[in-house]
């Protein structure tokens, strides 16, 4: 496994491999890898010959008052565990590298109307900063396919919408959320959890799954769910941003004609801010 952190030798690398005929998968991360992430990684050897992963604390997506300077940083033990999943490339750029005008002078990326709520609505120019990072790692690893996890719905739709807006030529593979034996999706941000949070933070997907279980059953008053999965989440001491039902597609509102629904939560519990949806199938 090779570890670079400059574009000219993350370049060198690509070209030979391309020259070879080899298709390359990339695997966008901050680091701190668990479990979800090396899923991740399996999958992008399903898709291609060579893996690339990069590793980046992206500062634009990260509103004031957030956690970017606590944001746990973990390195060697994040090669470790790369080199063990057979990773080809770990790329660790710093911020001149991503940003090379500097920040305040970067060109962005917006994708409109998708990023307008939901978690666009508690975190303002998050997406931005995701779609802007995401198209500059495009830009440098020139990848074949990319690599996102369902857990961050919102993100791998817009991320989604931006390629085809685009025509970037990248094919998006979108990997399940890996979850704990309770339920509670694997996030790097768990471990801001204290030992009574942890127990109860598995009720917030266990509150999704009664919705989804709702709607399959033929429930379509989709406010009344919301309200109910909120009022539960708060009994068991969430401070809950939204609990909202969608179209899977495009995250617009759904009718009762609507087909496949995502069911999406965002809650506060302690310091940890937990994300999590599911699919609804009707």
């Known amino acids: 496994m090779e570890i670079v952190s400059t574009a000219e030798a993350l370049r060198e690398h690509l070209s030979d491999w391309r020259q070879d005929g080899e298709h390359i998968a990339l695997v966008p991360t901050m680091g701190n890898l668990h479990e979800g992430h090396l899923s991740l990684v399996k999958a992008a050897r399903e898709h291609a010959e060579r893996v690339v992963v990069s590793i980046f604390v992206n500062p634009t997506q990260f ?10 940083r973990t390195l060697e033990r994040d090669q470790r565990q790369l080199n063990r999943a057979n990773t080809d490339l770990v790329f660790v750029p710093d ?13 962005s990326v917006t994708v409109p109307t998708l990023t307008d709520d939901l978690c666009g609505t508690f975190r303002p120019g998050h997406f931005d900063g995701v779609t802007t990072i995401v198209t500059r790692l495009f830009g440098l690893v020139q990848p074949d396919v ?7 719905y919102q993100q791998q739709v817009v991320i989604r919408r931006m390629v085809a807006d685009l025509s970037l030529p990248v094919e998006i593979v979108i990997v399940p959320t890996v979850r704990e ?19 109860s933070a598995p009720v917030l997907y266990a509150v999704l799954e ?8 033929g429930r379509r008053d989709f406010a009344a769910l919301e309200s109910t999965a909120l009022a539960k989440l708060a009994e068991a001491g969430f401070e809950t941003e939204y609990v909202n039902i969608r179209n899977a597609s495009d995250l ?28 609804v199938e009707i």
């Open 95 to 107: 911020v001149d590298t991503m940003y090379p005008f500097g920040i305040d002078n970067a060109t």
């Open 210 to 217: 009664e919705v989804g279980k709702e709607i399959r059953d």
């Open 146 to 152: 990319a690599v996102f996890g369902q857990k961050d």
């Open 252 to 279: 617009s509102e759904p009718d009762r004609e609507s087909g496949e629904l995502v069911v999406l939560g965002s809650a506060w519990l302690g310091k940890a801010r937990l994300i999590d949806n599911l699919i």
């Open 63 to 72: 509103a004031e008052g957030e956690d970017l300077e606590e944001y746990p």
């Open 181 to 199: 034996d309770d339920g509670l999706a694997r996030s790097s941000r768990n471990q801001y959890l204290s030992e009574d949070e942890r127990a």
